[in-house]
């Protein structure tokens, strides 16, 4: 559940590398995410940006550097109480094959939260699905298959919600849809959010703060207007102009 220690930001990386066979995937001198801001990470395909999702999920650890949570170093804490405390949509989110209801509660029924059926057709209500809680998840389009996914994990109402590309591949209806879901949650929820899309739109649309990741390394991190219109570095222009700078 969302903590009041607002002391700090929720998260906090200081010189933060992660290596796959001593390959530097990701390299990250300082990042904080402010406690309940939208942060859009952007960059290229193959930059670190799910790397770093991944990280922030407790998924990986750093191979050198801190990765710091809610004050705290995450080697530090018990594994299961920050997981607890985050939840991630990802971009292929796998679903049980059983029905829409026993998905979007089966977060819940792990971490014993379950008190009854109205907060799960609740949420299904805010995504748009009522009246399907009962259908097979096999049988749904692929828009409500991810709007399946994001109430499974808008249910939990954790701290930090983290969403790895959330309307790739959808229709505008479903995209515009989602979208005021995530405006709508960060609103009534003051949830903090992490949102990895090539979406350039999108990110303007929704993010308070926007970040650029290329080869692994922070370019620049500034509020969405300085970071589409002002910026300090000309990759950043050059990115967000559809120029090739990779």
């Known amino acids: 559940m969302i903590a009041e220690n607002n002391k700090h930001p929720l998260y906090h990386i200081e010189n933060l590398q992660k290596q796959y066979d001593r390959?530097?995937?990701?390299?990250i001198d300082t990042l904080s995410i402010h406690r309940g801001e939208i942060l859009?990470?952007?960059?290229?395909?193959?930059?670190?940006?799910?790397?770093l999702l991944r990280l922030l999920n407790f998924l990986e650890q750093p191979t050198h550097g801190k990765l710091y949570f809610n004050g705290m170093l995450v080697e530090d804490m018990p594994r299961t109480e920050t997981r607890r405390d985050v939840t991630t949509v990802f971009q292929n989110s796998q679903l049980l094959n059983r029905s829409v209801k026993d998905n979007v509660e089966f977060g819940l029924k792990i971490r014993g939260e379950l008190t009854g059926r109205k907060e799960v057709i609740d949420t299904l209500g805010r995504v748009g699905l009522a009246g399907l809680e009962n259908n097979s998840a096999s049988s749904l389009s692929g828009g409500e298959l991810q709007r399946?996914?994001?109430?499974?994990?808008?249910?939990?109402n954790t701290e930090a919600l983290l969403l790895d590309e959330p309307t790739s591949n959808l229709d505008p209806y479903n995209t515009s849809l989602i979208e005021s879901l995530i405006t709508e949650h960060h609103q009534t929820r003051k949830s903090t959010i992490v949102l990895v899309t090539h979406n350039l739109f999108q990110a303007r649309r929704l993010a308070q703060r926007c970040a650029l990741l290329l080869d692994g390394q922070l370019v620049e991190v500034a509020p969405t207007h300085n970071f589409f219109e002002a910026s300090h570095d000309t990759r950043v222009s050059a990115f967000v102009n559809g120029n090739m700078i990779y």
């Not at 390959?23 to 390299?27: G, N, S, V």
């Not at 399946?148 to 994990?153: E, N, P, Q, W």
């Open 23 to 27: 390959r530097t995937i990701l390299k």
């Open 40 to 51: 859009a990470i952007l960059g290229p395909s193959g930059s670190g940006k799910s790397t």
């Open 148 to 156: 399946v996914a994001l109430a499974r994990a808008l249910v939990l």
